[in-house]
């Protein structure tokens, strides 16, 4: 059993694409980081040493911190961490041990740069439905849970992408947007090897909402008409997101966890 302040990879898995994560700070050397430039998912990069610099960062939240092989650089970031008042784990073999037992890994050549406050920005055209709410959520649970989405005029997407420093998605002739039948949700897994099996099932569900497929999985419908209520219900398209990000959260638990689980009623039959 890890020690107290030791997380297994196993249990971060479980948390890992939920609201419950907590904030993952990836504390290896830069030489280490430069030979293998990849992320646990929605992991930030910090020095160990500087902890008690950025622990303010983190007030009030549960931080979990990956080095190489879950020794020295973490444990002594946590220890810092604990001493400023954070509550801090380690990974219980770092990176090596979560690579190791399968989980994917980010790699940083694929994300945007981020800005002066250590964010990815991203831009894509408002009044999002599906994909435009699907990619976000993706971004805010496995890539960079502060992640900006900047939701502009069509005409503008491309011209504030420039100006501001943001990834454009969801808009055609991008990196980031749909490939033949596929939809930008695809390009984020594909791209930022992502492809675990339960995200794989939620963008068949997305695939058949936005691209009006309803035959590639039976809950297509059940998104598509969710997605509609939101955009009805909200024209603030920022709370949209908010709201939408609550649902994906929904589908993606059922994706992971109960496409087994059935409800009947009655529960039982009278005198069973």
């Known amino acids: 059993m890890p020690a107290p302040t030791v997380i297994s990879v196993e249990k971060l898995a479980r948390l890992i694409g939920t609201p419950r994560c907590p904030i993952l700070v990836d504390v290896r050397t830069d030489p280490e980081f430069e030979a293998d430039p990849h ?7 910090r020095e160990a040493k500087l902890a008690a610099t950025w622990a303010q960062d983190f007030a009030g939240r549960s931080v979990v911190l990956i080095c190489q092989e879950g020794l020295t650089p973490s444990h002594g970031a946590a220890a810092l961490l604990r001493h400023e008042g954070v509550s ?3 990974l219980e073999g770092g990176l ?11 790699p940083c050549a694929k994300l945007p740069h981020r800005d002066d406050l250590g964010r990815t920005v991203w ?6 439905k599906i994909d435009r709410i699907a990619c976000p959520w993706l971004i805010r649970r496995f890539v960079d849970p502060g992640a900006v989405i900047l939701f502009v005029a069509p005409s503008e997407v491309a011209a504030v992408a420039e100006q ?3 990834a454009p998605f969801d808009i055609e002739g991008v990196f980031w947007s749909h490939r033949g039948e596929r939809c930008t949700f695809d390009t984020m897994l594909d791209e930022l090897g992502l492809g675990t099996k339960p995200l794989r099932h939620l963008a068949a569900l997305v695939r058949g909402a936005d691209t009006a497929r309803l035959d590639l999985a039976p809950e297509a419908a059940g998104l598509l008409a969710a997605s509609l209520g939101l955009s009805r219900m909200h024209t603030d398209d920022l709370e949209q997101l908010d709201a939408g ?24 039959k009278p005198g069973a």
């Open 88 to 90: 801090a784990e380690v």
């Open 164 to 166: 501001f420093g943001a």
């Open 123 to 128: 831009v894509t055209r408002a009044r999002p």
């Open 245 to 268: 990000l609550t649902l994906y959260d929904a589908f993606y638990r059922w994706c992971r966890d109960a496409t087994d689980e059935t409800h009947n009623w009655p529960s039982k």
């Open 96 to 106: 090596e041990g979560w690579r190791h037992a399968g989980h994917p890994v980010l």
């Open 39 to 45: 992320l646990v998912p929605s992991a930030l990069r």
